[in-house]
DNA sequence: GGGCGCATGTAATGAGTTACATGATTGA
DNA sequence: TCAATCATGTAACTCATTACATGCGCCC
């Protein structure tokens, strides 16, 4: 749902072909959607049967046509109704990353605070690339801007497990 | 793996029937876990092909036996690697239900500001829900920890995005 | 006697991923 | 001439979910 969400928002700010969008989301929104190549397609297919998008195609040159999508007055509805049920709902996302966390008493002190700080390394890197996104316009920033607070907020949370580690005799 | 390591890492500290680990997953586990009954029961039964754990039955009455697991040397040694692999790991999750904050411009400001008071009523609640989860023994309580400081952080985000709409005369 | 709890699963379905397939163009 | 980019997909697979199936025990 928020995949077809994403994929009409975007067509509605702007017309744009099978390819075009899916770099778009590789490199410009890596940080906020993780849909692949293939999934989008196949949404695409999916929406235009659906009466939500029309294609267009065009040829450039030698080269497999481009389809190039854009809202139709269906798909603008559809769009309003994904947005406003997306935006009044929440459902907390799971942590299976955390996991391990539940289970670090198996460890010795030494070695929990060493895995730790590797995980904080990767951590790092990950803000690091946060915090590199182009800027975007409009509210599409908010995306990167979330993510870039949850990140500082893991990396927090770390550093406060740490402190712990190091400070508290009972663990071990 | 994450469900792996979970059940694992529950089985090392007591053995368990199935029916039990489900109930003690659903109940206790709710906030941090969302593995469902039969994946739990089909993950047993792979485990226990694999050598991880055993199982041994026990009648109760006539009611249908109880199959009751503990690790074996390779299930502790599979703990033991999932453990190290899921702490030195960082994957940060995706958050789709986000997706609609991207298209916020797509309401009116009133509008907006309405389906996000509906979406921090709903949060609130996560919250409140994540503050009556009862203590845990040792780290397992360092997942429902985590949780409540997401849930925290999510709603300073929201605020700060409602604060944002109210003040900035550039939005709408 | 009716419903909930105990205790186990199977079967069908679904959403999304990875790997594969195709073929022209462009630049080093 | 070799690799990367453009441009589209299909097929197989995985992981987990929902819905279904079974049947006794216990309490009201």
Redesign the pocket.
């Known amino acids: ?4 969400l994403l994929l009409l928002g975007l067509l509605r700010r702007k017309e744009m ?7 778009f989301i590789q490199r410009d929104l890596a940080a906020c959607s ?12 999916k929406m235009a049967e659906q009466g939500w998008i029309v ?1 267009e ?1 065009s040829q ?9 999508y854009r809202l139709t007055a269906a798909g603008e509805a559809a769009f309003q109704r994904l947005l406003r049920q997306n935006l009044a709902a929440y459902q907390p996302p799971a942590f ?1 990353e955390d996991t391990g966390l539940a289970f670090l008493e198996a460890l010795s002190r030494a070695e929990a605070q060493e895995l730790l700080e590797a995980r904080r390394q990767v951590l790092l890197e990950q803000v690091a690339a946060a915090a590199a996104v182009p800027e975007h316009p409009g509210s599409l920033q908010w995306l990167v801007e979330h993510r870039q607070r949850h990140l500082r907020a893991e990396l927090d949370w770390l550093d406060t497990l740490l402190a712990r580690l190091k400070s508290d005799p009972l663990v071990e």
Chains 1, 2 share one sequence.
């Open positions: 749902m928020h995949r077809e072909h099978g390819y075009e969008l899916n770099e993780d849909m692949k190549k293939p999934t989008a397609y196949f949404l695409l297919n294609e195609s450039v040159g030698n080269r497999p046509p481009r389809r190039t299976p």
